[in-house]
Every structure is written in structure tokens, then in C-alpha cells.
């Protein structure tokens, strides 16, 4: 039986990221939200280790990112779901199967825990995305071991979307500790540069987070790293990791 959930949060953030950009910002890039100042929040009372194996949804959900640890350049989304959204469906990866594969599928239902956030920046230039997963360990080892594979094989992937195809460069990078995979993604889309980086990361041997940050008319990983390194800490403190 598969089970891919892992997948589908790298998934559902890529798409909501990059989405959110061709249909809001791709043709403006006279400003970069680089006022947004961000802020580390401080911890929701932590659950004890001792007894944290699987972490509830209710736990997932307190532990993700909101609006204020971004600044005030940034609001939060609707939460995507796995049910694919009519852009989704008319939206896939292609180029380098193994991800595209991964990215392409539909995560289905899941008895585990997961909470899942966006944000946008108000000039529409920015998209940030993160997601949390709690699985029993052997079950998460699996899922996030097929992920990190799937994300450090490729070179280049395409996104395809209502007959416009962005075809990314991948460049790994990066964020996180030694249990954790990242890439760098770079593109041109009407002579506009669109940036995206996607990252997961085991914060436990039960938790695993996703993150995914699009950018457009900027280049620069600083902001990106910054708000995993939030989102990762807060992750951490708030689920007593």
C-alpha cells in the first residue's frame, strides 16, 4: 500500500507557490518584499518528549508558522488539501521522472497527522509554504527516504500549466541539519526571473517538515533560509523536538 505523505506536502506547497506566482505576480517585479522583517515567535508550551511519539494534529497545526513570524509584508492563504484544486488538475511536473513522479502524485488519505500553512507576500511577489507530518517511525523512514531521493536526482524539471511551461533548474542547497535535502530551482517565465527553493527535513524519528519559498524578480536564498530556520525551530520548540 502506498503511502505518500511526505510527497504530497512537497507537493501541495510546490504547486500553491508557484501557482499563486503566475497568477498574481509574474508580471510586476518593480518591488521585492525585502522590508519584511521576520521575527522568531516565541514557543507554544512544549509537549514533553517522553511522551511525544506521533504528535496530533492539533500539535502539528500550533507548531507551524503564522503571520506574525513573517512581518507584516507577508498574509496567510487558504491551507491546500490533497483534493486537487481545478488549477491542479490541469497543472503536472514533467522532466526528471523520479520527481516529477513524486510531485505528479495524488497523496490520497492518510490516518496520520499533518497540518499544512501558506502565506503570500501583499506585493503578490513572494509564496511561502510549510507543512508538518507525524507518522510512526518505520512508516515516516520510508516516505522520507523515497522524498529525499526523488529531490537529489534531478537536474532540471518543467511545470506545465494552462498551455505554459516553466522549465526550473535544480541546484542542491543547503537548509537544515544532516537529516535533511534541499534544492534550489531557477527559471524565466516572460523574461522574469522566478526562484523557488523546496526542502524537507526529519526533526524527529516521528516528524518531518516541508517547506517550499517561490520568489519573483529576486535570486537571493537569504530570506528563504531564514524563514525554514523559523519554521524548523518553532517546529522543534513547540512540539518539544
Not at 118 to 145: I, K, M, N
Request: charged share 20%.
Amino acid at each position: 500500500m502506498r503511502n505518500a505523505r511526505t510527497a504530497w506536502m512537497v507537493r501541495a506547497a510546490a504547486f500553491v507557490g508557484i501557482l499563486v506566482l503566475l497568477a498574481g505576480g509574474s508580471g510586476n517585479t518593480s518591488s521585492h518584499p525585502s522590508e519584511a522583517r521576520a521575527r522568531a515567535s516565541a514557543p507554544i508550551a512544549a509537549v514533553p518528549a517522553s511522551t511525544v511519539r506521533v504528535p496530533t494534529s492539533d500539535q502539528l497545526e500550533a507548531a507551524l508558522l503564522d503571520a506574525d513570524d513573517l512581518g507584516p509584508a507577508f498574509a496567510k492563504r487558504p491551507t491546500a488539501t490533497p483534493a486537487p484544486s481545478e488549477g491542479e488538475k490541469d497543472t503536472r511536473f514533467e522532466g526528471c521522472q523520479p520527481l516529477a513522479g513524486l510531485l505528479n502524485e495524488d497523496g490520497g488519505r492518510s490516518d496520520y497527522p499533518q497540518a499544512a500553512v501558506t502565506f503570500q507576500s501583499r506585493d503578490g511577489l513572494v509564496a511561502v509554504a510549510e507543512g508538518l507530518a507525524a507518522e510512526p517511525p518505520g512508516v515516516l523512514a520510508a516516505d522520507y527516504a523515497k522524498a529525499r531521493q526523488a529531490l537529489e536526482s534531478c537536474g532540471s524539471i518543467s511545470l506545465v500549466s494552462a498551455g505554459q511551461t516553466i522549465k526550473f533548474s535544480l541546484t542542491p542547497i543547503r537548509f537544515g541539519g544532516s537529516d535533511s535535502s534541499a534544492v534550489r530551482m531557477d527559471a524565466t517565465h516572460r523574461g522574469v526571473l522566478i526562484n523557488g527553493y523546496i526542502a524537507i527535513e526529519k526533526l524527529s524519528d516521528s516528524v518531518v517538515v516541508s517547506y517550499v519559498f517561490f520568489q519573483v524578480g529576486g535570486g537571493s536564498s537569504q530570506l528563504a533560509s531564514h524563514f525554514y530556520d523559523l519554521a524548523a525551530d518553532k517546529a522543534r520548540a513547540s512540539l518539544g523536538l
